[in-house]
T-cell receptor, first 112, second 115 residues
């Protein structure tokens, strides 16, 4: 079945640690996105990528990094520079000409 | 001004009611519009695209007003299962016809349908 998979579903991080969230899609979509959602809030764009080996900062990129070495993969690293990383992280993908986006099930990151 | 703005609600309506949500956007170059639904602690899922001529899917009707830069969602005969957060999404194409790739979400409108 085609889809977009995020892992892990739940992640706990100690302060000062970097963690990497996985996002894989087999929809052959060119564009991939990372969003952050805080309780009771909308989605805020962290990074997005339209093509392999290229990506752009979104509205809240500070403290995050990404890579796009393969079309199907777009991992997000939450670095220790991100001061308030506890949130729900959502990965999405879309085809370039039909911009409807499909989401993974999300990763809940908690700093302990 | 936010690029996409929605009335956060919450809207609390009885079963069978008709409810409407509006969403305004600031970028006049915006080209694609969608409504998504998000259930509690779940990922957003596409409810419907919004076309220039307006479109309907069962109890749901979406409309676009480019001149005033807003989109709307009308839900008729509300069901308990319609309780969710409704997100409007705006994106735009570059001159080549492909998307800039930046989907922008409104903050969402919370709907609760009660018996």
């Amino acid at each position: 079945d085609g889809g977009i998979t995020q892992s892990p579903k739940y992640l706990f991080r100690k302060e000062g640690q970097n963690v990497t969230l996985s996002c894989e899609q087999n929809l052959n979509h060119d564009a991939m996105y990372w969003y952050r959602q805080d309780p009771g809030q909308g989605l805020r764009l962290i990074y997005y990528s339209q093509i392999v080996n290229d990506f752009q900062k979104g509205d809240i990129a500070e403290g995050y990094s990404v890579s796009r070495e393969k079309k199907e993969s777009f991992p997000l690293t939450v670095t220790s520079a991100q001061k308030n990383p506890t949130a729900f992280y959502l990965c999405a993908s879309s085809a370039m000409r039909n911009t409807e986006a499909f989401f993974g099930q999300g990763t809940r990151l908690t700093v302990v | 001004r936010k690029e996409v703005e929605q009335d956060p609600g919450p809207f609390n309506v009885p079963e069978g009611a008709t409810v409407a949500f509006n969403c305004t956007y600031s970028n006049s170059a915006s080209q694609s519009f969608f409504w998504y639904r998000q259930d509690c602690r779940k990922e957003p899922k596409l409810l419907m695209s919004v076309y220039s001529s307006g479109n309907e899917d069962g109890r749901f009707t979406a409309q676009l007003n480019r001149a005033s830069q807003y989109i709307s969602l009308l839900i008729r005969d509300s069901k308990l299962s319609d309780s969710a957060t409704y997100l409007c999404v705006v994106t735009f194409f570059n001159a080549g016809g492909t998307s800039y790739g930046k989907l922008t979400f409104g903050q969402g409108t919370i709907l609760t349908v009660h018996p």
